[in-house]
């Protein structure tokens, strides 16, 4: 079973409960256009968005992308994936008639299609240690004396734009060094 670290965003029940097969993960509905009206849940996704990272995985169908869009409208910090199902022809096992533009949705794809993408998709697969933001305080990079140029010094060691807040450069270094590399690196420019 797929580990994924961020939270899924999808449509319906039905799409929760296909993907929870499928991956091991936190998964939301938004129980369709609810979202539209659910002051709650928008804060969850919210929080959620900043905290984990969403994925979005709706259908693809004109609801879906309103779903998405609308999710995309309220979501402005934090980390959105937009994964994107395939225009297939047809409908779901549970329905008499096809949807009303035709096409599967997230709970009409075939397993393989779904867990192809999202494994290709940028998730972590597994928790890493990170740098934490004390450690990171502690280092003197936020909230000191002179924070601000040791950011710089050590964001042009790696040749990161030096304009990155406190916040964003620990994300960063936390995406892109383990804390061992960034041990390093700070013992580098501290020298």
């Known amino acids: 079973m797929l580990k994924i670290e961020r939270t899924i965003i999808v449509e319906g029940n039905y799409d929760k409960i296909k993907l929870s097969n499928l991956v091991d993960a936190h ?108 450690e990171f305080y502690s280092d003197g990079f936020a909230g000191g004396m002179g924070s601000a140029a040791l950011r710089e010094k050590f964001l042009k060691e790696v040749n990161l734009p030096k304009r990155l807040s406190a916040k964003e450069m620990l994300n960063v270094i936390n995406r892109l060094f383990t804390p061992e590399e960034y041990r390093i690196i700070r013992e580098r420019i501290k020298a």
């Open 27 to 134: 998964i939301i509905a938004t129980n369709g256009f609810r979202i539209f009206r659910d002051k709650a849940m928008k804060d969850m996704i919210k929080a959620l968005c900043m905290k984990t990272g969403i994925i979005i995985l709706t259908d693809s169908d004109r609801a879906g992308f309103a779903i998405r869009n609308h999710i995309k409208s309220f979501c402005h910090e934090g980390e959105i994936l937009n994964l994107y199902i395939p225009d297939v022809k047809g409908k779901e096992k549970r329905k008499e008639e096809p949807s009303k533009e035709g096409l599967l949705g997230v709970e009409g794809m075939e397993d393989e299609v779904l867990i192809k993408l999202l494994s290709e998709a940028d998730v972590k697969k597994e928790k890493k240690s990170e740098v934490s933001y004390y």
